[in-house]
């Protein structure tokens, strides 16, 4: 009788836990081969994982550290989600974050001046982050309506995107936004004023986890009930599933496809506000270089769902961080955590993103098998 | 007959899922040469079962004998070595891929590294000419009708030398004609020593093809019989477990105002050919109107058009009152359309959702189901309950996904969900294909009852019985022009035969008239 009981929780946990097994195994995978590729080069494996888990995780700064590094990753993890669900991939996250922090570090050092007044808190610091929301749906939106209305790709257009908007945001930060005060030798805009700033939760120096953060989780929360809670995120999850059974559900799927996209994008010029409003307090050029790239490895290792995400993000923005105190300790160099990333994306994804890619064609092309009638 | 003639042995097969015993102790054999007829209940175990027999799936327990030696089958790969080939209601086929092509995928004939294409092209027309199947190996896959296509699955399974054929459901979307050449094509194969066992849900083709039928009820073996020893109500009866009403019952209809009125449609097809030509028609409130026709008459199309999936070139289409023409799904199921499409795998269904979701596809938005974009979740699966109980959906939950249920269910989540909704036109395309006769004896009568309580039906389906036995009035259409609109107690099988050759009765009047 017992017996049986345990049985069934063992089953039911099994159940449970299923979903996570395939990540969890790969993590593993990569730990255990990036072990070995640090014993090759003539590390200590176990010393270096040592201080990557005391960077990461040992003090109390080392944790809110953590939770800045993660902050990004989670908003952009999530943008890369949304649009995986409606079926889009949206490779272009990169340059929406970059457009989200232009458009925030702009509103947070300019408006002040063009009206001629300060600008409290409370008004400065939405329309700040919001510029960033809009500027992000904006450059997602496009590439989204591109697919809906003439069918080309999205995965070439947001690339195309990712290069339109990393030049003009170069352009921008070299010439009319360039930060004017004379010691500046780099490119990046003026600081943005107090009032934009979101301040760090914590008045402790060294202690640099901000409010960004608690609003990334609250985003999760948010996308999750999005997308299974609301009508819109049933059409969403039903374009992505079978367009054609969205079209004869009387779904709009060509506005459907542009709007995931642009709320995707609207996720990722987030991140790029966040940066800029709560960490950095300006733009600078490569300051978020990779995030958009990474997001896609994150929603995949999250399987995208909300939940699953803040997890991945938590641990590639562990990874990130421990990794100076894990160079400082044994001088095995920052680089084996970009391996040990892309191991656990390489065992995550392979099939995932095969699949994916072949079902985005399958759908264009109609390279698809033969139905016939599900016997 | 000895034991020797025995080929394949399925004994005490028992197979669970979760929340379902699919197959439970189920023993059938297979002699030389016969074909054994695979009858059941939508959801009886049919085609899990063969599933085992090919290796797809791994029974609970039980053995698959081969030849009198218990063999264990671990993938398809084991089957066709041992001489099993299938033909899944679910054709393999790439359709940008030729006939050749696909008849070698998997089993590459390579010349120093190099695919051999010519050789396999020569043993395809070997093939097709010995057992009369005429398949083309250079024929573009994408480009045969449904029937040719089965002939390529069935020279698939003969290339590799397959002497066991199993046939799921394979004449479901078959035309008549199409479906006489399948059974010259079985007796051929059985002629030469090839077994085959044969599922489908018509009473009639078991009787005229099997030497042999296996009923399955509820994942048993009910019976194996001779066609001789029975006839369709035993067959029916012994599936269902009742007595099954083969006829449809039903008052004359009253027919009162126009819900569906067709002006001079012009539709394209996807390689931009006028599929339909010039077609009018109307539909009251309280009738049937139904369209006859052999399949790719445009009649995919028509449904299509009217139901806001397919531009329409021309003409004009209204709805219960409001021009509806070119107008996208959405507004048209808000006027009072509900639509049951002919691919169910396609438009019909999300195969990933539960079958809970699929039950509200095409009024989640609505209240009760939603509050202001919200979903109300209880409200959904409350439906679901509802819809399962009232339409005998074989499914352990309204949570299990849709691509877990037997094709039959499947086709019965979609009827459930489109007929419970309050309409004024129902639009049916091949609404009880793949259903089993308890099945389509309940949704004859839904939608009967529908008719009676004022919704407009109009209904297009290969099956010529089922037409006759439903209509009012019944539209033929040929080659994408309505030949003819006759009341249904005035035509016959013959009549309507003749005009969906192309026919019209004037002619043959003519014809039969001797000339002065
Ligand atoms: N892969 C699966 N996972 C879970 N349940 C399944 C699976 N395949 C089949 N079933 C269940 O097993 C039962 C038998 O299904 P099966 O497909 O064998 O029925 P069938 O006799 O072929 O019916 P139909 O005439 O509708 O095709 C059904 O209740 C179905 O829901
Ligand atoms: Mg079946």
């Given at each position: ?322 990794a100076t105190r894990m160079q400082f300790l044994t001088q095995i160099p920052i680089d084996i955590i970009s391996v040990i990333q892309a191991l656990i994306l390489l065992f995550v994804a392979a099939d995932a993103i095969i699949r994916f890619i072949y079902r985005i064609r399958a759908r264009e092309e109609r ?9 | ?68 030696k218990s063999i264990v089958i671990h993938s398809p790969k084991d089957s066709i070595e041992a001489g099993i080939g299938m033909v899944h209601q679910h054709f393999m086929l790439i359709p940008a891929f030729s006939v050749a092509e696909n008849i070698m995928l998997g089993d590459e004939t390579t010349h120093a ?363 033929v259409m040929y080659q994408g022009q309505i030949m003819d609109v006759v009341k249904a107690n005035e035509a016959t099988k013959e009549s309507l035969g003749l005009l969906m050759a192309g026919i019209k009765s004037s002619e043959t009047a003519e014809a039969a008239a001797p000339r002065p």
């Amino acid at each position: 009788m017992q017996s049986t009981a345990d049985k069934g929780f063992i089953r039911r946990l099994g159940q449970l836990l299923n979903p996570l097994l395939v990540p969890f195994l790969a993590i593993v995978t990569a730990v255990i081969l990036g072990g070995i590729i640090i014993k090759v080069v003539g590390g200590d494996p176990i010393a270096a994982y040592k201080g990557l888990v005391q960077g990461a995780f040992g003090s109390p700064s080392a944790l809110s550290e953590t939770a800045v590094w993660s902050t990004p990753y989670i908003f952009a993890g999530l943008a890369v989600a949304l649009g995986f669900k409606g079926g889009l991939f949206n490779i272009g996250a990169e340059g929406q974050i970059a457009f989200g922090a232009v458009a925030a570090a702009l509103i947070g050092y300019a408006l002040p001046g063009w009206l001629h007044t300060s600008i409290p808190p409370y008004i400065h610091i939405p329309l700040a982050v919001g510029a960033g929301i809009l500027a992000g749906a904006i450059w997602g939106g496009i590439p989204g309506a591109l697919k809906a209305y003439t069918g080309g790709h999205e995965v070439i257009n947001t690339i195309m995107m990712n290069y339109i908007a990393l030049n003009i945001t170069s352009y921008l930060l070299n010439g009319p936004m360039r930060d004017p005060n004379p010691l500046n030798l780099s490119a990046r805009t003026p600081e943005i004023a107090v009032s934009a700033r979101i301040p760090p939760i914590f008045d402790i120096p060294g202690m640099r986890v901000h409010w960004g953060f608690v609003l990334a989780l609250l985003m999760a929360v948010v996308v999750w009930w999005l997308l299974w809670k609301t009508t819109l995120g049933f059409e969403i999850r039903t374009v992505g599933a079978n367009p054609d059974a969205a079209k004869y559900a009387g779904i709009n799927v060509k506005w459907i496809i542009t709007l995931t996209m642009a709320l995707s994008g609207a996720l990722a010029g987030l991140a790029g506000a966040i940066e800029v409003t709560a960490l950095n307090y300006r733009h600078e050029l490569g300051f978020s270089t990779g995030y958009g790239f990474d997001a896609i490895a994150i929603a995949l290792l999250g399987k995208n769902n909300p939940y699953g995400i803040i997890l991945a993000a938590i641990l590639f923005g562990a990874m990130r961080n421990g990794a100076t105190r894990m160079q400082f300790l044994t001088q095995i160099p920052i680089d084996i955590i970009s391996v040990i990333q892309a191991l656990i994306l390489l065992f995550v994804a392979a099939d995932a993103i095969i699949r994916f890619i072949y079902r985005i064609r399958a759908r264009e092309e109609r390279v698809v098998l033969t139905r016939g009638w599900g016997g | 007959m000895t034991a020797n003639d025995i080929v394949l042995e399925a004994n005490e097969i028992t197979k669970h899922f979760p929340g379902v015993l699919a197959n439970d102790h189920v023993s059938i054999d297979l002699r030389k040469g016969e074909i054994h007829a695979l009858l059941g209940e939508n959801g009886a175990g049919k085609t899990t079962l063969m599933n085992i027999l090919y290796g797809l799936y791994k029974p609970d327990s039980g053995q698959v004998v081969l030849n009198g030696k218990s063999i264990v089958i671990h993938s398809p790969k084991d089957s066709i070595e041992a001489g099993i080939g299938m033909v899944h209601q679910h054709f393999m086929l790439i359709p940008a891929f030729s006939v050749a092509e696909n008849i070698m995928l998997g089993d590459e004939t390579t010349h120093a590294g190099v695919l051999d294409i010519k050789a396999v092209s020569q043993r395809v027309r070997e093939l097709s000419h010995q057992y009369g199947l005429e398949v083309d190996p250079d024929a573009k896959v994408g480009q045969l009708s449904v029937g040719a296509q089965q002939r390529v699955e069935i020279v698939k399974t003969l290339y590799r030398n397959a002497n066991i054929i199993i046939l799921d459901e394979p004449t479901a979307v078959l035309t008549p004609q199409e479906t006489e050449d399948l059974f010259r094509i079985m007796r051929q194969l059985t002629a030469r020593g090839v077994s085959i066992i044969f599922i489908t849900h018509k009473l009639k083709e078991v009787l005229a093809v099997a030497d042999r039928i296996t009923v399955m009820r509820a994942g048993r073996v009910a019976g194996t019989v001779k066609p001789k020893e029975t006839n369709e109500p035993k067959l029916a009866s012994m599936m269902v477990g009742r007595e099954v009403i083969l006829t449809v019952q039903k008052q004359p209809a009253r027919p009162k105002d126009e819900v569906l009125r067709v002006e001079d449609l012009r539709v394209l097809d996807d390689r931009d050919l006028e599929v339909i030509r010039g077609v009018s028609f109307d539909v009251r409130s309280g009738e049937i109107f139904g369209i006859a026709g052999v399949q790719g008459n445009g009649q995919t199309q028509l449904a299509e058009a009217l139901t806001g999936l397919r531009p329409m070139k021309n003409g004009k289409v209204i709805m219960a009152g409001k021009d509806v023409s070119g107008k996208p799904p959405r507004p048209i199921i808000e006027t009072g359309l509900a639509h049951i499409p002919e691919d169910r795998q396609r438009h019909g269904l999300v195969l990933s959702y539960s079958v809970a979701d699929n039950m509200v596809l095409c009024n989640y938005y609505l209240e009760p189901f939603a509050r202001g974009g919200v979903l109300q979740q209880e409200k959904v699966d409350e439906n679901a309950r509802r819809l399962i109980r009232d339409f005998d959906v074989r499914t352990p939950s309204p949570y299990v996904p849709t691509s877990k249920l037997s094709g039959g269910n499947q086709q019965k989540v979609i009827v459930a969900r489109e007929l419970s909704r309050p309409v004024k036109l129902l639009i049916a395309s091949q609404p009880t294909r793949g259903l089993d006769v308890g099945s389509i004896e309940y949704i004859h009568k839904e939608i009967v009852a529908m008719r009676d309580r004022g919704v407009g039906v109009l209904l297009i389906s290969a099956e010529l019985d089922e037409i006759m036995a439903l209509s009012d009035r019944i539209a033929v259409m040929y080659q994408g022009q309505i030949m003819d609109v006759v009341k249904a107690n005035e035509a016959t099988k013959e009549s309507l035969g003749l005009l969906m050759a192309g026919i019209k009765s004037s002619e043959t009047a003519e014809a039969a008239a001797p000339r002065p």
